[in-house]
């Protein structure tokens, strides 16, 4: 349908057809970026759950492949990750070396949860052909606690301690459980992190990965925890807490437990790092989702979409605590003949407008700085003005902002104005609270078909937000109101769609 036709993206992963929630099985094997997701192929509602299958050389120009994983009567394919096991540690493989021509493709094995009403239990299913099919083994399950909510396994390989560490959570328990192994099929219990930051309902797709700490040598970890439902903004979101992990245990950084939340709208959901990259190239996705509506969404043949990849790191933002960092990959390459905005300084109460090429995706960064403003007003009053706002908008009336208040240094969203769609749980507007007293602010913008992401000063703090227009959004404007903003970077692409 028309929609279908508007709301598809252009540089974001979306499946052809059917539904699609979390991302699974996210490895790079030297050659391809593998992405598999959970799936329902035959109507766009979460149903029956298989893994959906895609792979790519550059995280954006994706090829669709063969179904990796089916329901079977031990139950559906519930999300789970990819490992390589390059040493054959499990025996699944060939031994090495080894005359089979096959065996020159990567040792790909996927590692899931087996979900029936009454027992969710992790299994494995090993690949010969690079990824594109599974069989699984006849040893499975590899890890069963006679549990119902034991879910979402995530492994990878700890050099230090020469053994797989799988975290896995406990999901009603509010617990991530960790296990350790030497064959992929004999795991030992390690220690739980449990009870921290907030609980929702339901602990779902934990991971642990290790990453730069930006401008020193050092490294932190990081444990990202999807919660469902019960998210402050409602529904599902995902946090995270920085630390050190031992091989054993994982440890926030003090002993005021530090978490923070991975974005300030409501669509990112069930992220998942990269297997087999350098933590110098830590690198995620997630779901461009909630639970809350997701099925709800104007699509009619297919619904999910993904973030843009992103690389993680931490930083020890002004005020001495050290937070999570996101930045999208790889845009630089995508980038068509930029759109010139002759304007650097825009006085109080003025409008500058841009036409924009419909039906593609928009890359905006801009850097600026509101004039400064007196707290108290002539007449006693406390001042509210100084706002900066970037209207996406047609002539169908509809507006999307992204707005900087210079007064109270808070950036919001605004997506109530599109008429798409309307959903009680579809929250109309955001905000997150910036580092006080700097009237400066700094914003990395994409937009395509039915997506938003923002990120704002370099990264530090991300909204991800599902935007539904009813005609596309062809112009951008640039406003402030009681305060003039001089404009240091101003940087408009349209972006070259990476779809077939
Ligand atoms: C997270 C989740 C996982 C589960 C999968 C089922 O969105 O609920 O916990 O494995 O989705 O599709």
Sequence with gaps: SAQDYLYRPSIHFSPPVGWMNDPNGLIYDGEYFHLYYQYDPIAPYAGFVHWGSAKSKDLYSWEDGPIALKPTTAGEAFSGCAIIDRNNTSGFFPALPDTDPRSKEPNLALIYTRASAKLQTQDIAISRDGGQ?????????????????????????HAPSGRWIMTVVQSRLHKVSFYGSFNLKDWMHLSDFESAGLFGIDYECPNLIEVPLEGTNETRWLMLISINPGAPQGGSTTQYFVGFFDG???????????????????????????????????????????????????????????????????????????????????????????????????????????????????????????????????DGSLG?????????????????????????????????????????????????????????????????????????????????????????LDRVSFSTTNTAASIQQLEIYPLRSTMP
Excluded at 405 to 429: H, I, M, S, Y
Excluded at 435 to 451: G, K, N, Q
Aim: hydrophobic fraction near 40%; charge should be negative.
């Design 133 to 157: 099919t599974y069989t699984e083994i006849s040893e499975n399950p590899i890890l069963d606690i006679h549990s119902n909510s034991f879910r979402d396994p995530k492994v990878f390989f």
């Design 248 to 378: 054993e245990r994982f440890k926030a950084e003090d002993e005021h437990t530090v978490f923070g939340l991975i974005d300030f709208c409501k669509d990112s959901y069930a992220l998942q790092c990269y297997e087999n990259l350098p933590l110098s190239q830590a690198t995620m996705i997630a779901w461009l989702g909630n639970w809350q509506y997701g099925e709800e969404v104007p699509h009619t043949t297919w619904r999910g979409v993904m973030t843009l990849p992103r690389r993680l790191s931490v930083r020890r933002d002004t005020d001495g605590w050290i937070r999570l960092v996101q930045r999208p990959l790889g845009l630089e390459n995508l980038r068509l003949a930029q759109i010139p905005t002759p304007f650097r300084h825009l006085p109080a109460r003025t409008t500058e407008t841009v036409a924009l090429p419909k039906n593609q995706a928009i890359e905006l960064i801009i850097k600026a700085s509101l004039e400064p403003r007196d707290k108290m007003l002539p």
């Design 384 to 472: 509210r003005a100084g706002r900066f706002s970037i209207d996406f908008a047609n002539n169908n009336g509809e507006k999307l902002t992204v707005g900087f208040d210079g007064f109270f240094c808070q950036l919001w969203v605004e997506r109530g104005g599109l008429k798409g769609f309307a959903n009680p749980f579809f929250t109309r507007e955001f905000s997150t609270s910036l580092t006080p007293d700097l009237r400066e602010f700094s914003l990395r913008i994409v937009y395509d078909a039915c997506t938003l992401e923002i990120y704002v000063n370099d990264g530090i703090s991300v909204g991800s937000s599902l935007v539904f227009p009813q005609e596309a």
